[in-house]
C-alpha cells in the first residue's frame, strides 16, 4: 500500500529524491516518515511530517540536508536529499499511521502501520 520509488547511486555530494505513493486506501489523514536502514546497522529514523504537513522533524544526522514534504493529494510523501555522504547508503523505507502522540512518537518505528518495500540509496566517493 506504500510504493517507494527514486532511489539509486549517486557520487558523493549529490542529490536525489525519493517518493512514497499510497495506493490501496487514503493516507491523508495519515503521519508518515522515512526511515532507513544501512547494512549491519539498525533501522533508524530520517525523517516525518505529520498528517497536514505543518509540522516536521529531522534526525540530526541530515537535518539540513534532507526536506521531507507532502503531494498536494497528501496520499505522497518525498524526501528531497541534498549534500549526499556515505553514510546515507542504506535501504530507505516509507512508513504511515495515524499517531497520537506524533509529537514524541514520531521516530518510533512500532507506532507505524503501513510500510514500504524500501529503495536502495546508494553514495559512493
Known amino acids: 500500500q506504500l510504493v517507494e520509488s527514486g532511489g539509486g547511486s549517486v557520487q558523493a555530494g549529490g542529490s536525489l529524491r525519493l517518493s512514497c505513493v499510497g495506493s490501496g486506501r487514503t493516507f491523508s489523514s495519515y503521519d508518515m516518515a522515512w526511515f532507513r536502514r544501512a547494512p549491519g546497522k539498525e533501522r533508524e529514523f530520517v525523517a516525518a511530517?505529520?498528517?497536514?504537513?505543518?509540522?516536521?522533524y529531522y534526525a540530526d544526522s541530515v537535518r539540513g540536508r534532507f526536506t521531507i514534504s507532502r503531494g498536494n493529494a497528501k496520499n505522497s510523501i518525498y524526501l528531497q536529499m541534498d549534500s549526499l555522504n556515505l553514510e546515507d547508503t542504506a535501504v530507505y523505507y516509507c512508513?504511515?499511521?495515524?499517531?497520537?502522540?506524533?509529537?514524541?512518537?514520531?521516530?518510533?518505528?512500532?507506532?507505524?502501520?503501513?510500510w514500504g518495500q524500501g529503495t536502495q540509496v546508494t553514495v559512493s566517493s
Open positions: 511530517t505529520s498528517w497536514n504537513g505543518g509540522t516536521t
Open positions: 512508513a504511515a499511521s495515524r499517531i497520537f502522540s506524533f509529537d514524541t512518537d514520531y521516530g518510533v518505528p512500532p507506532r507505524y502501520d503501513y
